[in-house]
C-alpha cells in the first residue's frame, strides 16, 4: 500500500454537522487536504495535546501511552487505511522488540494517540486520491484549485470490484468482519449494477 504522511492543520467546530468538529489533515508537501469529522470528545483531546495543555486527570491516551510503555511496546505510526462509504478506518501500527501488530480505532482516537506517542500520521494514497482536496495553507481555495477539485478523479480504479475484493480478503484475514461485511455487500452491489 502506497502511503503519505499528513499534518493537523486545523480543527474547527462544524456547523452543519451540529455536535462534531472538523479536523483538517493535509499534506506535508502539497496543497491537497483532508478533512475529517470527529466526534467533540475527540476533538477535546487533539486540542489540548496541540495546545500543550495538562490535563488535571490523566487522559485515556496518556493511560494507554504508560501501560504499552511498561510492557516494551511503541507506537509506530497511525494509518488511515481506507474509506467505505464516506466512513474512514483507521489502524494503530504497534511494534515492540519481536513483533508488530494492527489494532483498529477510530480517526479521533488514532490522531489523538499520534499526537500523544509523537508519531506519523500516514494515509494510504488511495484514501487522498478519493476523498482529499486541494486548498492553500489558509483555507481558500484558487481558481486552479477549484478545476482540479472538480476535475474527474480515478475512482474506478480505487473503488473496482477487484479492489474491493482484495480489501474483503485482507479484512478477512485481519478478523475485521465488521469491515469484511460491508465491503461483501458494496461488491454485491457493484455486480448488480
Not at 466526534?39 to 500543550?52: F, T, Y
Not at 474509506?83 to 480517526?107: A, P, Q
Not at 483555507?139 to 476535475?151: F, I, L, M
Not at 479492489?163 to 474483503?168: E, F, P, T
Request: with cysteine; charged share 25%.
Amino acid at each position: 500500500m502506497k502511503k503519505e504522511e499528513l499534518k493537523i492543520y486545523g480543527l474547527s467546530y462544524a456547523h452543519a454537522n451540529s455536535g462534531s468538529y472538523i479536523l483538517v489533515l493535509g499534506q506535508i508537501k502539497g496543497n491537497l487536504k483532508l478533512p475529517v469529522i470527529i466526534k467533540p470528545h475527540e476533538a477535546q483531546v487533539i486540542a489540548l495535546k496541540l495546545e500543550k495543555i495538562e490535563s488535571p486527570k490523566p487522559l485515556l491516551q496518556e493511560v494507554i501511552y504508560n501501560i504499552t510503555e511498561n510492557l516494551g511496546v511503541d507506537l509506530h505510526q497511525v494509518l488511515i487505511s481506507h474509506i467505505i462509504e464516506g466512513v474512514f478506518y483507521c489502524k494503530l501500527i504497534f511494534s515492540s522488540i519481536t513483533e508488530e501488530f494492527e489494532i483498529n480505532c477510530s480517526i479521533g482516537d488514532g490522531i489523538s494517540l499520534a499526537l500523544t506517542y509523537a508519531c506519523p500520521i500516514m494515509c494510504s494514497k488511495e484514501v487522498l486520491s478519493i476523498s482529499g482536496i486541494y486548498m492553500g495553507e489558509d483555507g481558500e481555495v484558487t481558481e486552479e484549485q477549484e478545476v482540479e477539485n472538480k476535475a474527474d478523479r480515478d475512482y474506478k480504479s480505487v473503488l473496482s470490484v477487484d479492489n474491493l475484493q482484495k480489501m474483503l480478503d485482507k479484512a478477512i484475514e485481519n478478523e475485521e468482519y465488521e469491515i469484511a461485511s460491508q465491503l461483501r455487500d458494496r461488491i454485491n452491489e457493484l455486480k448488480n449494477n
